[in-house]
């Protein structure tokens, strides 16, 4: 079992910036897959970026790309989502989550385990 917390997130206005936060506990394995997913309301949920966590290679959604930057930090288990120059299109319901294939995927089925999910909202 992999347990992941999320934190960051809230409110901002267009253009600003925001970090979110995904800490990974319990059965961790340097050879998963970490990303980062959003649903806006009424939509489905689609993938946003994601990192291998034992080479750091990296995959970002061509709607983010340039924006977005997906992260991580080894020691403390934790893969960040950097959102700059946020569009009220980027209003969503954000989640990480771990892929134990350890391939870079964007299904969201492919995915194992999930984090709460926490609002982003930009306003205009």
């Known amino acids: 079992q992999v347990q992941l917390v999320e934190s960051g997130g809230g409110l901002v206005q267009a253009g600003g910036s925001l970090r979110r936060s995904c800490a990974a506990s319990g059965r961790t394995y340097r050879y998963y897959t970490m990303a980062w997913f959003r649903q806006a309301r009424g939509k489905e949920r689609v993938f946003a970026a994601a990192?291998?966590?034992?080479?750091?290679?990296?995959y970002t959604a061509d709607s983010v790309k340039g924006r977005f930057t997906i992260s991580r930090a080894n020691a403390k288990n934790t893969v960040y989502l950097q959102m700059n120059s946020l569009k009220p299109e980027d209003t969503a319901v954000y989640y990480c989550a771990v892929d134990t294939s350890g391939l870079i995927r964007r299904g969201v089925y492919e995915y194992d385990y999930w984090g709460q999910g926490t609002q982003v909202t930009v306003s205009s």
């Open positions: 990192i291998r966590w034992g080479s750091g290679i990296t």
